[in-house]
């Protein structure tokens, strides 16, 4: 007994090391996305299309060099290495940031965010549909409740006159969906350089959108830090912290941007949420923290199920 479980051990240590590391990442990249929302209420004259460019292309420029610093005489080749995987991950986050710029300026921080948490739920049925993952009737249940909150965030938006806004936003999880379901269907693999290409393609979007790219200094300084901090700093936190957690740990851990992302605007610059936001969001994010816990517990289950039979 005794020399089964010193052999375990290292193992075990080696497995607890990777989730702390991954429950590090997760955490850190939710509040550095969630300064997105207040940066772009400090913008001065700056379109959605000229934030998109620029926040795009300072983010790829910045991934590009870490790839080429971390690949050297491979870059071309990890680029290649994505394959097909690697295109759907880029196609998806580069479309989803687009939702995500314009829903920001075209509804409340609040409204918006809490709409793009509705991602794990689209996780769970796209999981289902590509990697035949089990949807249990909980799930199920969690999902049909966050489909309230939503609808109940839309009815705001239409009495509010932000309906295009809360569309748009729902276009966000829908790539984020699209994009974890992918990258854990990759495993191991390094998919840093896809993500460099999804900000190519948010950039020709910004760039197709835009009928000048003429910025003022602040308005550009604020659109690099976007790139740079928000955006690449995030998502290369998400990216890595994938490798190491469940789907739904990683959902519930990147709730941090949820949380702080309407409290920063709020206090900065005192963008109230409606109530109707609020119980909607309420319900979602209800929802979100309901289903990630059961995600967490089945694993733990599974993993007790596992350590018994040996």
Excluded at 75 to 83: H, K, M, P
Excluded at 148 to 158: D, E, K, L, Q, T
Excluded at 241 to 246: I, N, S
Aim: proline fraction near 3%; aromatic fraction near 8%; hydrophobic fraction near 55%.
């Amino acid at each position: 007994m005794t020399p089964s479980n010193d052999t375990h051990a290292p193992a075990a240590r080696i497995r607890h090391r990777r989730h702390a590391t991954g429950v590090a990442l997760v955490l850190i990249a939710g509040v550095v996305l969630s300064v997105a929302g207040i940066t772009l209420r400090h913008m001065e004259t700056a379109s959605g299309g000229q934030i998109l460019f620029y926040r795009s292309l300072a983010f790829s420029i910045v991934l590009a060099l870490y790839v080429a610093f971390r690949y050297r005489a491979r870059t071309v080749r990890a680029f290649v290495a994505v394959g097909r995987p690697g295109l759907v991950v880029a196609l998806s986050l580069g479309l989803g940031s687009a939702c995500y710029v314009f829903a920001l300026l075209l509804t409340t921080v609040a409204n918006a965010l809490f709409l793009i948490s509705s991602a794990p739920f689209m996780a769970a049925v796209l999981g289902w549909i590509v990697l035949r993952e089990r949807v249990g009737a909980a799930t199920w249940i969690t999902m049909t409740i966050a489909l309230a909150g939503i609808s109940i965030m839309i009815f705001n938006g239409i009495q509010s006159g932000r309906l295009l806004g809360n569309i748009v936003a729902l276009g966000t999880p829908v790539g984020f969906a699209i994009m974890l379901v992918t990258l854990r269907r990759a495993g191991d693999r390094d998919m840093i350089p896809s993500i460099c290409l999804a900000g190519l393609i948010g950039a020709g979007l910004g760039l197709a959108m835009s009928d000048s790219l003429v910025l003022s200094r602040h308005d550009l300084a604020l659109c690099l830090f976007l790139g740079v901090f928000q955006y690449a700093g995030g998502f290369v936190l998400i990216t890595l912290g994938a490798r190491y957690l469940p789907a739904a740990e990683v959902a519930l851990l990147s709730l941090t941007e949820i949380v702080l992302a309407p409290i920063w605007v709020w206090v900065g610059v005192g963008e109230v949420p409606a109530l109707l936001t609020l119980a909607g969001g309420g319900i979602v994010l209800s929802a979100v923290i309901a289903q990630a816990v059961m995600g967490l517990r089945s694993l733990a289950d599974g993993s007790d199920r596992r350590g018994s039979r040996r």
